[in-house]
């Protein structure tokens, strides 16, 4: 049986320069850092890399996420890797807890996470055995 978690979070981002695999797209490399709050208490750092058509809202990103504090008060830390597509506004999104990244309190720990903006509020739903 699953566990459910919820909760929210807020970002910040910084633009890094492109590459050269940016000639002709419109692609980017960002750092975020995020505080959760709600099951998972703590905050993450994230190296993204995307390409977004604003005018077709169809693009593609994918990134890594090192995740220190609690979830559901166990303390740890563990890595996640995303790998999202929109097509024409429509997204699907795939974020995986990296296996064997869990540490401390969270050594072992399997997962996924959702991510839904609500009125430019970050929403998650993390789903783990």
Not at 49 to 66: F, K, N, P
Not at 80 to 102: E, F, K, L, N
Request: proline share 4%.
């Amino acid at each position: 049986m699953s566990t459910i978690c919820k909760g929210t979070f807020d970002i910040k981002g910084t633009p890094h320069p492109a590459t050269d695999m940016a000639e002709g797209l419109n692609a980017g490399r960002m750092t975020f850092h995020k505080t959760f709050v709600g099951d998972l208490q703590g905050t993450s750092v994230v190296e993204m890399l995307g390409i977004m058509d604003m005018q077709l809202a169809s693009g593609a990103y994918v990134a890594l996420e090192r995740f220190t504090g609690t979830l559901h008060g166990r303390k740890g830390s563990f890595a996640m890797q995303h790998s999202s597509t929109m097509d024409r506004g429509a997204p699907t999104q795939r974020i995986s807890v990296i296996p064997d990244s869990g540490t401390e309190e969270l050594k072992g720990l399997t997962g996924a996470m959702v991510i839904d903006i609500v009125e430019k509020q970050h929403h998650y739903t993390f789903e783990h055995p």
